[in-house]
Structure formats: C-alpha cells, structure tokens
C-alpha cells in the first residue's frame, strides 16, 4: 500500500514538475516569434528605402542622359525640391521619346493611356510599380502638384503622334505652351511660386523652348526624311529662296 501510494506520488510531481516548466519551454517561443516580427519589419523599412533609392537613380540617370540641359538646371535647384523637379523631368522625357521609340501610332496610344491611367491612380494614392510613377506620387504628395498641369502634358503628346508638320507659327505655339509651358508650372509648384507673373513668363519661355527644341531636332528629323518645321515659314522662305536665285521670274 505504502509502495502504492509512493509510485502515485512520483507521478504526480512528475505531472506537476512538467505543468511548471510549460510556461518556461513557451516564453522563449514568444520571443523568438517577436524577434522575426522585428526582423521582417527591419527588412522591409530597408527594402522600402532601397527601391526609394533606385526609384530616385533611375530619374536622375534617365534625365542625365536624354535631357543634360534639364539635368543641370535641376542641380541650381533647392535640396527640397531637387528630387521632384528630376522625377517631372524624366516624366517628361518618357513621354517625349514615345514617338521615336514606336512602329505604330497605336502602340504609342497604348503608352499614352497608361500614363493617363497612371495619373488618375496617382492622385487615388495608388500609383503602380514602376519608378517613374512612383516618383511622380511622391513629388504629388510633397508638393502638392496640379493634375491639369500633368494630364495636359501627356494629352498634347498624344495629339503629336499624328507625326505631321505643323500648319503655321500658332499651331508650334500652342504645342509648346501645353508640353513645355506646362512642365514649368509644375516646376514652379515645386518651388512653392504661386505667382501670376511668375506663370506669365513661364508661357513665355515654354513657348520660346519648344520652338528652339523643334529648331534643333531638324538635322535629326531630315535624317529621317520627315520635315516638322511650321509649313507657312517653309513656304515663305521657299519663295524668298527662289526670288534670290531667280531674280527675274519672280513678280
């Protein structure tokens, strides 16, 4: 009976020896599963900043190589609007090289219309995964920035795939204040210049800018057999052309 009650008594501190050393065998599992939790989180504020970092080095290497002048003057700029001003840059730069870069107009419609898709997500906070964009939110979020300026852009782009000379002087106008004038807006909002005058030279200078860019991609264009030059100026110096050679058959 006493040998009985000894063997019960063994395995009730046996029983009683494990239920205590339950808690001591969880604990460490919690931390272990805390410390995973910390870990992943770590990874991903780091994962987080390198693709910040790449999104931000695919701009600056994107502008730098297809628009050096744009690059430059990007560098006068603040600190604080320095990374915005280069990621409105190479949106533009994207959208330029659309029409060189396509075999078809609709494949080049297709890339228009994402950029139009791209924006309205954009400003939904839901910009999708490309560095561009996602640049592009982050200077929408820092700034402030004003859709129209951005959707005008990509509108008057998509009106140039037409890939047709421009009839007169007021039709290259017209472009350059809706691609480059508003471009400069947007660098202005970048600034924090909210100025009327300030804007006022801002369509001037954009206007002044596409007109010279159309002057100096002429050889690029002749090279390829396509003349983009306002047609009433390629008329009037055609006859001025002719009246010096031919001094005599012109009236």
């Given amino acids: 009976m006493a040998a009985g009650v000894r063997v019960q008594h063994g395995l009730l ?11 001591r065998k969880i604990a460490p599992n919690r931390v272990c599963i805390q410390r995973a939790a910390e870990i992943q989180t770590v990874r991903a504020s780091t994962n987080t900043a390198g693709e910040a970092q790449h999104n931000e080095k695919y701009c600056l290497d994107l502008v730098r190589s297809r628009d ?23 949106f533009n730069v994207e959208l330029a090289q659309v029409k ?14 994402f950029w139009k898709t791209t924006i309205d997500e ?34 008057e782009r998509e009106k140039d795939l037409d890939d047709r000379a421009y009839r007169n002087i007021q039709e290259l106008e017209k472009y350059s204040e809706n691609a480059q004038s508003s471009l400069l807006y947007l660098l202005l909002e970048c600034l924090g210049v909210k100025n009327v005058h300030a804007d ?6 954009g206007k002044a800018q596409g007109i010279v860019t159309c002057l100096r991609a002429t050889p690029h264009h002749s090279s390829r057999r396509k003349v983009y030059l306002p047609m009433d100026i390629c008329m009037l110096v055609s006859r001025l052309c002719s009246a010096w050679r031919h001094p005599f058959l012109i009236t």
Avoid at 13 to 23: E, F, I, M, V
Avoid at 131 to 152: C, D, F, N, Q, Y
Avoid at 200 to 205: G, K, L, T
């Fill in 200 to 205: 006022h030279a801002a369509s001037h200078i």
């Fill in 68 to 90: 050096y002048e744009g690059f430059l003057s990007c560098l006068l700029l603040p600190e604080e609007a320095r990374r915005s001003s280069l990621a409105l840059r190479a």
């Fill in 122 to 155: 954009i400003y939904r906070d839901d910009p999708p995964n490309q560095p561009i964009s996602t640049e592009l939110w982050r200077a929408v979020r820092t700034h402030g920035l004003t859709k129209r300026w951005l959707t005008r852009i990509v509108t």
């Fill in 100 to 113: 060189d870069s396509v075999s078809q107009k609709t494949i080049g419609l297709m890339r228009m219309q």
């Fill in 13 to 23: 501190s046996r029983k009683t020896s494990l239920l205590y050393s339950l808690p």
